[in-house]
């Protein structure tokens, strides 16, 4: 079965200062990863996706996540963080062979200090 | 771009009485939707995927007598609360998946459901 785990139920920042995100996956065959961002009382917004091109996807509001075979890991970062980045996020798996079955982590709540 | 909308967005109704959310996928068609519920300040579990023209698979724990699925069309998939009780609010989400378009996955916007 496929999961993710995400380290850290909440973490802070400081506004400018560099965010990350860790999230490890576990999968019997190549995954597909996703990070979601969630603000609250909202949906769910795709921030960026990796489906076994480069390993290094860019994603939306400056986002982008690294995938590590070695490592099982699929971190999100952002150079800078905004006060806007201020929300949920969920880190996904699913398998590229299935029924398109997305499961979800934990979540990291991601609060900005100013 | 696509779009999954649900409806309705929100909805309060009394314990004992069912309830029903649509899943709609609004310019694609789906062969696959799938139903997640999120209570507060939690994460997304996935209760069943549901399939055009067939029964619904349910995870593990869900109950599918009280957890009633439809997917009668390639765009539109429907969960029906019954007899709700108070613990099961919750916010309900669908996803659906484009197969004409790299099996791309679209959420929809999510249901409040408060049993009172």
């Known amino acids: 079965a496929q999961s993710v785990t995400q380290l850290g139920s909440h973490v802070s920042v400081s506004e400018g200062a560099l965010v990350l995100l860790r999230c490890n996956y576990s999968?019997?065959?190549?995954?597909?990863l996703f990070w979601y961002v969630q603000y609250p009382n909202q949906g769910l917004q795709l921030l960026l996706k990796?489906?076994?091109?480069?390993?290094l996807v860019k994603g939306i509001n400056g986002f982008e996540a690294e995938f590590k075979k070695s490592e099982t890991s699929f971190h999100l970062t952002k150079p800078s963080a905004h006060m806007s980045d201020a929300a949920e996020y969920f880190c996904?798996?699913?398998?590229?062979?299935?029924?398109?079955?997305?499961?979800f982590g934990k979540g990291t709540r991601l609060h900005i200090l100013p | 771009g696509a779009v999954v909308s649900q409806h309705p967005s929100w909805v309060i109704c009394k314990s004992g009485t069912s309830v029903k959310i649509e899943c709609r996928s609004l310019?694609?068609?789906?062969?696959?939707m799938f139903w997640y519920r999120q209570f507060p300040k939690q994460s997304l579990m996935l209760m069943a995927t549901?399939?055009?023209?067939?029964?619904?698979?349910?995870e593990q724990g869900v109950e599918k007598d009280k957890f009633l699925i439809n997917h009668a069309s390639l765009t539109l998939s429907t969960l029906t609360v019954t007899s709700a009780h108070p613990e099961d609010s919750s916010f309900y989400i669908c996803?659906?998946?484009?197969?004409?378009?790299?099996?791309?996955?679209?959420f929809g916007e999510g249901s409040w459901l408060t049993v009172v």
């Open positions: 310019d694609f068609q789906a062969t696959t």
């Open positions: 999968s019997s065959v190549p995954p597909y």
């Open positions: 549901s399939n055009e023209g067939s029964k619904a698979t349910y």
């Open positions: 996904a798996v699913s398998d590229p062979g299935g029924d398109d079955k997305i499961i």
């Open positions: 990796y489906t076994s091109a480069a390993t």
């Open positions: 996803s659906a998946s484009d197969r004409y378009s790299g099996n791309t996955i679209y």
